[in-house]
């Protein structure tokens, strides 16, 4: 098990009797460390399911579990390894009832949340405004702060409203029997600091704990790990500060600077080998990250060699831009075709272009479509966020949970059935009135009363409905029982002439049905069958639909199906962290777009010279976070990068001149 592993490395695995910390730069095997030490730790006689490894994404999960099997073979199965956020889903699924929670809750997504509070607002708001209460109450419940105190502390009349629509908000999603986001690791704090038993439990049932990409954890989610591993401490954290990228979203590096007190006994160990990249990429990586305030002095060197200096690329404008990058792509793999020069074969899935928002991937799309170029853009517009999706999400999630009132909308006029708005509006009158949710009060029997006999007759049996989907869906196990399912579900509500309805272009309408099949085969392929492992053993992990449907809104991404596809990456530069490629194009380093323009926040606040200061303070703070995710940019190559920029860039819709970023 040592193999692949250097003395500091194995060191780290061997550590196994307390708090344990690797700090160490990009692409020094940190994550090696973590997949090796779980394999270690069961060689040595640890039981499986007593290890929780956390990754940052689902999708490094996965690859995870894929590495370990390697290792261990089908041992790795038992081994919990998956997100803070689905470690909270398996918490409060489990232990949730003694806040009130049933086991088969909702998860809401950000629009959904948007949706709620506008609602609670009264419904005039405007969905800007919608979105920045939204944010306000997601850093407040990352504070850990429950409606009154954020009203307590509220510092002026807007800080005031919103801790009331958070009451409102908070009360809603109770009565949804849902949870967003946040709750998912709030939840799972208060069931470990207010119930003792429980946090009995889960001490004793977790022997070690791992967590990948530490420095991007936040205050909640330390707090829940301290508590998970309790006073013995034994987990493993590593990480690196120069590669904290998500301080907006409040991660924050106290969480590092915090171990060594919170755990005296606290092994650091540092990785100073980097086994990514060439030795003039990881100095062009250093010399970019230089200037950046040191909280704990790294040195990192590379046995790679030096290989080809690091490229600068100028271009006029975007579209010039991509057209260079793609020029650089197809001449590179021209190389490795011709054997006399003894360049190595590239393939598609070598080469990533990377930017620094969403938003660029257009114009570099466009060029690789136009060269025949297969490629896919991971971290961008999600596919759970198209209302095709959205719409069959409804569905699952109101028959896993019936409580879900924004999931009863929904489902209920989608396709239409012929339950209108006055119906609706009556129905929900009264559900508030009695205090249930929309789906109970279907069946009371008082609420005839209040509706005509046909209205009331189409509720029913919409409502019949879902029962008899939620017990078809508990009972439907395996991939191939789940795909006739869904088939036969979309043909009952026929989906597909509700797409062909709604849109006016035919093409439209069958990208749409594309996207639903594809949906659904993907969901049902969760629900397991035929599992081909890489020892080539076959294995079933069967799953009910059921099941499968409540952790849909955790999946941002598909991306787990399209890891074997020998594609070009696009992808930005936050999704990029922990990932390689052996030929890196950094794109769009332009000033204004990478650092990203930050507001004139200074001279426009001209009060008084503390608020000046603060400004200057948050600007420089913002400025170092620009620079680590240049440095992240830089260091996922392996053996080539190129970096780009263009002389205009857009403003708006204007086409302003531009120069090279300062990083360059
Ligand atoms: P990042 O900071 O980007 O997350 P990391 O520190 O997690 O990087 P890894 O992804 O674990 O680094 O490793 C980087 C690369 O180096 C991987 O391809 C890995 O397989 C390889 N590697 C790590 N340790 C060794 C080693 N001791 N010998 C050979 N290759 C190694
Ligand atoms: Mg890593």
Redesign the pocket.
Known sequence: MSA???LA?LQAVHYTDGACLVL??????????ITMKIAHMIEKGMDPRRIAAITFTNKAASEMRERAKGLIGRRAKDVLICTFHALGVRMVREDGHVLGLKPQFSILDADDVTGILKEASGGTTDMATARQWQWVISKWKNMGLTSEQALAQAADDNERIIATLMARYEERLAAYQSVDFDDLIGMPLRLLRDFPEVRAKWQAALGHVLV??YQDTNATQYELLKLLVGEKGHFTA?G?DD?SIYGWRGATLDNLKKLPVDYPHLKVIK?EQN??STSAILRAANNVIGPNPKLFPKTLFSELGEGEPVRVVDADNEEHEAERAVARIQSLRAEGTLAQTGAQHKEFRDFAILYRANHQAKPFEKALRKANIPYKVSGGQSFFDRAEIRDLCAWFRLWANNDDDPAFLRAVTTPKRGIGHTTLGTLGVYASQYKLSLFEALFSSSLGAALSTKALGSLHEFGRYVNDLEFRARHTEGADNATAFLREWLKEIDYEKHLHDGEESEKVAAAKWTNVLEFCDWMAARCGGQIEDVAGVTERELKSLLEVSQTIALLSTISEREKDQNVVTLSTLHAS??L?WPHVLLVGVTEGMLPFKMGDGADSLGGSSKADEAANEDMATRLQEERRLMYVGI??AQRSLAVSWTRRRKKGRELVTALPSRFI
């Open positions: 692949g592993l250097n490395q160490a730069g990009a692409g020094s095997g940190k994550t090696r460390v990948d990409e590593v690196d590669q990785l086994y990514r962290k922990g390689e260091t996922r």
